[in-house]
């Protein structure tokens, strides 16, 4: 790989679990870490990269098919890239598209060795994308971390599908990995210390999942993900494949759960030695009125809440509870459920904010709660602890 500006230091370990301190050209990250989503290059909910940075997000993850549909991933490269536009100035991953290999599969899509042939889902003009275009758009935006193209396969398609979508998503990543080389040694690309982040495919199939670990694994990526899981398998399945792989995934290397999950799927997933998740779930709740609290989810909808005068959640320091810092330290003090609540009832975009801005702070939360777990060596006694407090607010 051309010379890249990055640094992973495992600080923390208890069994699997690790929490490492990675530095890129756009800032450390420090892991587990959870990537709040924005799509699109914006959090759905009108929440901003000041927000963000108001409650601890560390990486932003956007959507290469979908910026490369609207605006256009050339428009962004001429306004100076994703960073620029979004005014945010840390860590981005951008995902590949492969997972509109797999959820445009119904728009004529066709998939050959070159690569994929679908039909954009805003207008139905014909797209096609392979790894040479993927790697192409995602330099044009600037990203942190690229992803590497790659078809994400039913998790419960039969092996005859599996085994040669695996080696051709194996075909793609080489070819990834050449592009990039030559993109981040181009004069006019933006970010030439971008990372390439490679994808273990194999659906549920452990034997097919660990033999591509090993192939991926002797190309020295700077990261790798584990793709393929949260589209159908059950959760056993998921933790399953997690506990056979991993091992085989290099340990000094950042490792990603790709679309992942609940606050439980997270907690077994770190347990397993992931240390990078992103999923839609805080955003998409929150804009349903839907909320994540330390004693259970809330629906801000009920009746029982018309009335209700706290915070979501008592000692949350979110702005949706505690408001924003002032300059003498104290605050202004959040919103109340009721309040939220009739918000979300007339229809008042603030409210789905409120509550996106909660989710996604209670998400970061979760991971910061991990990392020192973790590095003050009582892994096991908090592990305990939260899934039997997850249990509870899910039975």
């Given at each position: 790989?051309?010379?890249?500006?990055?640094?992973?230091?495992?600080?923390?370990?208890?069994?699997?679990?690790?929490?490492?301190?990675?530095?890129?050209?756009?800032?450390?990250?420090?892991?587990?870490?959870?990537?709040?989503?924005?799509?699109?290059?914006?959090?759905?909910?009108?929440?901003?990269?000041?927000?963000?940075?108001?409650?601890?997000?560390?990486?932003?993850?956007?959507?290469?098919?979908?910026?490369?549909?609207?605006?256009?991933?050339?428009?962004?490269?001429?306004?100076?890239?994703l960073?620029?536009?979004m005014?945010w100035?840390?860590?981005?991953?951008?995902?590949?598209?492969?997972?509109?290999?797999?959820?445009l599969?119904?728009?004529?899509?066709?998939?050959?060795?070159?690569?994929?042939?679908?039909?954009s889902?805003i207008?139905?003009?014909?797209?096609?994308?392979?790894?040479?275009?993927?790697?192409?758009?995602?330099?044009?935006?600037?990203?942190?971390?690229?992803?590497?193209?790659?078809?994400?396969?039913?998790?419960?398609?039969?092996?005859?599908?599996i085994?040669?979508?695996?080696?051709?998503?194996?075909?793609?990543?080489?070819?990834c990995?050449?592009?990039?080389?030559?993109?981040?040694?181009?004069e006019?690309?933006?970010?030439?210390?971008?990372?390439?982040?490679?994808?273990?495919?194999g659906?549920?199939?452990?034997?097919v999942?660990?033999?591509?670990?090993?192939?991926?694994?002797?190309?020295?990526?700077?990261?790798?993900?584990?793709?393929?899981?949260?589209?159908?398998?059950?959760?056993?399945?998921?933790?399953?494949?997690?506990?056979?792989?991993?091992p085989?995934?290099?340990?000094?290397?950042?490792?990603?759960?790709?679309?992942?999950?609940?606050?439980e799927?997270?907690?077994?997933?770190?347990?397993?030695?992931?240390?990078?998740?992103?999923?839609?779930?805080?955003?998409?709740?929150?804009?349903?009125?839907?909320v994540?609290?330390?004693?259970?989810?809330?629906?801000?909808?009920?009746?029982?809440?018309?009335?209700?005068?706290?915070?979501?959640?008592?000692?949350?320091?979110?702005?949706?509870?505690?408001?924003?810092?002032?300059?003498?330290?104290?605050?202004?003090?959040?919103?109340?459920?009721?309040?939220?609540?009739?918000?979300l009832?007339?229809?008042?975009?603030?409210?789905?904010?409120?509550?996106?801005?909660?989710?996604?702070?209670?998400?970061?939360r979760?991971?910061?709660?991990?990392?020192?777990?973790?590095?003050?060596?009582?892994?096991?006694?908090?592990?305990?602890?939260?899934?039997?407090k997850?249990?509870?607010?899910?039975?």
């Open positions: 790989m051309a010379a890249v500006k990055m640094k992973y230091e495992i600080v923390g370990q208890c069994g699997r679990a690790k929490s490492a301190h990675m530095e890129t050209v756009h800032g450390v990250i420090e892991t587990p870490v959870f990537m709040n989503v924005g799509t699109v290059a914006a959090i759905k909910g009108g929440v901003s990269t000041d927000d963000l940075r108001l409650i601890g997000t560390q990486v932003e993850l956007s959507n290469t098919y979908h910026l490369h549909v609207r605006t256009g991933d050339k428009v962004i490269k001429e306004l100076g890239g960073h620029r536009l005014n100035d840390k860590p981005i991953l951008t995902d590949s598209g492969g997972f509109q290999v797999y959820s599969a119904k728009t004529g899509r066709k998939i050959r060795e070159e690569g994929v042939e679908f039909r889902h207008d139905g003009r014909k797209i096609f994308m392979g790894p040479e275009e993927s790697m192409e758009i995602q330099s044009n935006l600037a990203s942190t971390i690229a992803m590497a193209f790659d078809e994400c396969p039913p998790a419960l398609a039969d092996r005859q599908y085994e040669p979508s695996v080696e051709r998503t194996t075909r793609w990543l080489l070819r990995k050449n592009r990039i080389e030559e993109l981040n040694d181009e006019s690309t933006i970010n030439k210390n971008q990372l390439l982040f490679g994808i273990n495919q659906g549920i199939l452990s034997d999942r660990i033999n591509h670990a090993k192939q991926i694994a002797e190309l020295d990526l700077p990261g790798y993900a584990v793709g393929g899981l949260a589209v159908g398998e059950s959760h056993e399945d998921m933790y399953r494949i997690l506990e056979d792989v991993v085989f995934l290099p340990k000094e290397k950042p490792t990603y759960l790709m679309g992942v999950g609940t606050p799927n997270m907690v077994m997933a770190v347990d397993r030695g992931i240390d990078f998740f992103d999923c839609v779930f805080p955003s998409r709740n929150g804009r349903h009125g839907h994540y609290h330390a004693s259970g989810k809330l629906n801000l909808w009920n009746l029982a809440y018309e009335k209700d005068f706290r915070p979501i959640e008592e000692g949350c320091d979110c702005p949706a509870c505690k408001g924003i810092r002032l300059e003498d330290g104290s605050y202004t003090g959040g919103y109340s459920r009721a309040y939220i609540r009739h918000l009832k007339a229809k008042e975009m603030l409210g789905m904010r409120l509550c996106v801005l909660h989710n996604l702070s209670y998400y970061n979760l991971m910061r709660e991990m990392r020192f777990a973790i590095r003050e060596g009582r892994w096991e006694a908090w592990k305990t602890d939260a899934l039997y997850l249990k509870i607010q899910n039975s």
